[in-house]
């Protein structure tokens, strides 16, 4: 029997609802804040029936460099370097406690298309050009860049920071009314040398000013009440627990051997990441450079712990390297 003679055919299926839709700003209880220090967001509970829209939470703020030097200008991808930590907490249940946020979080983010890294710009993934003309260094091109000069009139110094963590961004809107308890974020900064490039190491400095906190919510009983349903039938949230385990440092040429122990601590491990970065000066990150070296032998032993591996002799160089192990 084809599909035309069922009753419960429509030739038209609805794939939206209406609803009031806003986007609210709010000036953060912290509008200002310097490198080392901790906000903390606490994810707003809202009115009733009103709910948060996936990935809409975020930090608005502008990054001020006075202070240092004239020719001072911000790394790639500031915003995700500008977080050392990252803990999210729900109640006393801890989510995700992260050290070394800025170096998982940048290479996650080196594997989205190049459509959806163009319009990355409040994170700060730009041209030098164009960064050094919202830093408004000293040194910044004049000619040549109409384009970045039009952006710049759209920008500015204006930055933000996504709460993206997956409680918020993978599981339908989030009705923060319907839970007994706060979900809070906490993000310690970097310090200025992992946030400002530029020639003289004592003269790096940064600030956060105008800091608002920023988020998309929708009026709707409907949505409101199958949230709500949900959570009270015992709603599962699956998320990754990043956990930085060690930062090693090893030679390349002399040290052709490294054993890695790891203790992840969970009743579960996805995976284990290591991260090749180089060392770098005060001043001098390249926020997004990465190492790939050749690894000829990868041995994993569960019941000690331990992996190791070996390189190829061809990698044999005088140059260090520093390795993140993320579990």
């Not at 030097?69 to 790639?76: D, E, I, T, Y």
């Not at 890294?117 to 730009?126: A, T």
């Not at 993206?164 to 308890?181: C, K, R, S, W």
Request: with cysteine; net charge neutral; charged share 25%.
């Amino acid at each position: 029997m084809p599909d035309t003679l069922l009753p419960t055919r429509t030739r038209k299926t609805l794939q939206a609802m209406k609803a009031p839709r806003a986007v609210k700003r709010i000036t953060f209880n912290k509008s200002e804040a310097n490198p080392g220090e901790t906000l903390y967001v606490h994810v707003p509970k809202l009115n009733e029936n009103e709910v948060l829209v996936p990935g809409s939470l975020a930090l608005r703020f502008d990054i001020d460099l006075s202070g240092g030097h004239a020719n001072n200008f911000l790394v790639q991808n500031v915003t995700r370097a500008l977080v050392n930590k990252m803990d999210v907490k729900f109640g006393t249940t801890i989510l995700q406690q992260t050290n070394g946020y800025s170096i998982f979080k940048i290479y996650e983010d080196l594997f989205l298309s190049q459509e959806h890294r163009d319009n990355m710009l409040l994170e700060g993934i730009q041209s030098e050009d164009l960064c050094k003309i919202r830093s408004n260094a000293g040194d910044k091109k004049i000619s040549g860049v109409e384009t970045e000069k039009k952006l710049n009139e759209i920008y500015g110094t204006k930055y933000c920071i996504r709460l993206d963590n997956e409680i918020l961004t993978d599981h339908g809107v989030f009705y923060p009314q319907a839970l007994y308890n706060d979900l809070v974020f906490e993000a310690t900064l970097s310090p200025a040398s992992e946030i400002v490039k530029g020639s003289d190491p004592t003269k790096l400095k940064y600030k956060l000013t105008n800091i608002q906190l920023e988020y998309e919510m929708i009026h709707s009983d409907m949505l409101a009440e199958e949230a709500r349903s949900a959570y009270s039938n015992g709603k599962e949230f699956v998320y990754d627990h990043v956990h930085l385990d060690s930062i090693p440092s090893f030679q390349r040429g002399s040290d052709t051997r490294l054993n890695i122990k790891v203790n992840a601590q969970r009743r579960s491990m996805k995976a284990i990441l290591l991260l090749f970065v180089e060392p770098y000066s005060a001043g001098a990150r390249d926020s997004e450079k990465y190492v790939f070296p050749d690894l000829t032998k990868v041995e994993v032993q569960w019941l000690a712990q331990l992996t190791c591996f070996t390189t190829k002799a061809s990698w044999a160089q005088t140059t260090g390297r520093r390795l993140a192990a993320f579990s």
